[in-house]
Each structure stands twice: as C-alpha cells, then as structure tokens.
C-alpha cells in the first residue's frame, strides 16, 4: 500500500516527474531521514533519470543536467 503524500506539486509536474522515473515514496522517505524537502526531490529525481542507465543521448545529458544544476 502507498501512502500518499502531499508534495507540493500539480498533476501535471507529478506526471511529467514520474515519466522521468521519479519515485515520490523515495522523495519522502529522504525527507523523513532529515533531508531538506527540495533536495529530497532533486535527488529523487536524479535517481529516476539514472536508475536504469547512464545518460546516453544529448537529450538525455541535457535534461540531467538540468535537474543537477537546479
């Protein structure tokens, strides 16, 4: 069962952030190790975008990149 949690985010962004493999139960379980939420979400999402594969195309590069950078 998940538990569902309010990220602070619109259906739109959760959408597009799950496509990218991003995890919100990861996202939270950081937050409740002490992390700080909006780092919590950028490593969340840093690991949705690597947990298969390393970055491959331009596209790919840009877009972990992006979030890195946020």
């Given at each position: 069962?998940?538990?569902?949690?309010?990220?602070?985010?619109?259906?739109?962004?959760?959408?597009?952030?799950?496509?990218?493999?991003?995890?919100?139960?990861?996202?939270?379980?950081?937050?409740?190790?002490?992390?700080?939420?909006d780092?919590?979400?950028?490593?969340?999402?840093?690991?949705?975008?690597?947990?298969?594969?390393?970055?491959?195309?331009?596209?790919?590069?840009?877009?972990?990149?992006?979030?890195?950078?946020?």
């Open positions: 069962m998940t538990n569902i949690h309010d990220l602070g985010m619109t259906d739109t962004k959760y959408a597009q952030l799950l496509a990218q493999g991003y995890d919100p139960n990861l996202e939270h379980q950081l937050i409740e190790f002490g992390e700080n939420p780092q919590a979400r950028k490593l969340a999402r840093i690991v949705g975008l690597t947990q298969d594969k390393a970055p491959e195309t331009d596209q790919e590069w840009e877009e972990f990149m992006a979030v890195w950078g946020d």
